[in-house]
């Protein structure tokens, strides 16, 4: 059973950075799939933030991609992200998740149980 | 870039059928998922590509596709499908890249 869990901490300071890790069981990243990371505001709806393929290659949503960084750490079978000169508009529950590519289709299948990310002074 | 657009809200007698529609220009390249989310519960997968739903999925969920909109179908509405009901595709621009709906709340009357 895939079992995907995001770790990190749950306040940071405006403009600093946002690091988040999820830590994949079940399956080894390194042996395909995209993983991605969603956010979803406090009573609001799904963000998607950005999937890195296994081989490294990655894909950020256009409105963040100045902001944002996501790698893999296969030897812990972890992948990460990183959001740079965070607001209060970044607080969010993040979720990581294993992104399948079924035909033209990119979609998420196994989902951690989010983590939320507060941002204050 | 896109956009996908839902209503934000539909409701559904007990045992009867609700569609959820999702609209966008990508929908016009790329087949929609649809994921559901109850409260304080991660989103899961619900229907994807022109006929297929997770293992363990009711069979009550279809999900359909004309032109640029895409809809997801409960047949015979049960009080747990009360729920968010998200779509998604890939972004028509061609790249790997990922676009939600803004969400439909549906109630189960």
């Known amino acids: 059973q895939v079992q995907l869990q995001e770790s990190g901490p749950g306040l940071v300071k405006p403009s600093e950075t946002l690091s988040l890790t999820c830590t994949v069981s079940g399956y080894s990243i390194s042996n395909g799939y995209y993983w991605g990371w969603i956010r979803q505001p406090p009573g609001k709806g799904l963000e998607w933030i950005g999937n890195?393929?296994?081989?490294?290659?990655?894909y950020y949503n256009p409105s963040l991609e100045s902001r944002v960084t996501t790698s893999l750490d296969t030897s812990k079978n972890q992948f990460s992200l990183k959001l740079s000169s965070v607001t209060a508009a970044d607080t969010a529950l993040y979720y990581c998740a294993r992104v399948p590519l079924s035909g033209d289709t990119l979609l998420f299948d196994y989902w951690g149980l989010g983590t939320l990310v507060t941002v204050s002074s | 870039s896109s956009e996908l657009t839902q209503d934000p809200a539909v409701s559904v007698t007990l045992g009867q059928t609700v569609r959820i529609t999702c609209q966008g220009d990508s929908l016009r390249i790329y087949y929609a998922v649809w994921y559901q989310q109850k409260p304080g519960q991660a989103p899961i997968l619900v229907f994807y590509n022109k006929n297929n739903r997770p293992s363990g999925m009711p069979d009550r969920f279809s999900g359909s596709s004309s032109g640029d909109t895409s809809s997801l179908t409960i047949t015979g509405a049960q009080a747990e499908d009360e729920a968010d009901y998200y779509c998604?595709?890939?972004?028509?621009?061609?790249?790997?890249?990922?676009?939600f709906g803004g969400g439909t709340r549906l109630t189960v009357l």
């Open positions: 998604s595709s890939r972004d028509s621009s061609g790249n790997h890249r990922v676009v």
């Open positions: 890195i393929y296994y081989s490294g290659s990655t």
